[in-house]
């Protein structure tokens, strides 16, 4: 992750809102209020999230959709990306799968929406994810290589098997009968 210590400030200003048995019930309603809108109409939002931008303001708009998700659905779970989280609702519908891929070739302009609904998702099925890595990987969405689409269909598609033992043996030069016996 290459998140500074500012990013990081942000985020951990996000957790403490929601912080059990301390929530700042009227914060995360003043985060909702931005969901699907763009941040100059987000005037709830602004005291929250203007503190930490950064200088630059070419990435401003990922601090306000990542503080109106938050507000959406603010529970946290380290090292879980966007694909790890959303992995278990596989089994639970075959539109999950379709849902993910729309939303690994959204346009940034479309992002928000996608995520969005992502994160609606998460929420009915109490799938938490890392705020952390998601501000991170927003802000890296546009790398030409898709590192982020990358590391999240992996996270998604990731094989069951846990160990090495229990994958089937690919190798050709193995007789069929042979690892029948073994079963």
């Known amino acids: ?35 699907g809108r763009e941040p100059g109409q987000m005037a709830r939002v602004h ?12 990435n401003d708009r990922w601090y306000y959709v990542t503080a109106s998700l938050f507000g ?18 596989r089994q639970k519908s075959d539109s999950m799968e379709a849902r993910f891929v729309a939303l690994l070739n959204a346009h940034p302009d479309d992002l928000d929406d996608h995520l969005r609904h992502a994160v609606s998702l998460l929420k009915a099925n109490e799938q938490r994810l890392d705020w952390f890595r998601l501000l991170d990987d927003l802000l890296q969405w546009d790398h030409p290589e898709g590192h982020v689409q990358l590391r999240w269909a992996r996270d998604f598609y990731k094989s069951d098997f846990n160990t090495a ?19």
């Open 1 to 35: 992750m290459s998140l500074d210590e500012r990013q990081r400030s942000f985020v951990g200003y996000l957790l403490s809102l929601a912080k059990e048995g301390h929530e700042d019930r009227g914060a995360l309603a003043d985060l909702r209020s931005g969901l």
């Open 47 to 58: 005291k929250h999230v203007v503190p930490y931008l950064p200088e630059a303001r070419s």
């Open 72 to 89: 959406l659905f603010p529970e946290h779970r380290k090292g879980l990306t966007l694909g790890a989280a959303f992995r278990p609702l």
């Open 165 to 183: 033992g229990d994958a089937p043996d690919l190798n050709p030069n193995t007789d069929r009968k042979e690892n029948q016996d073994h079963e």
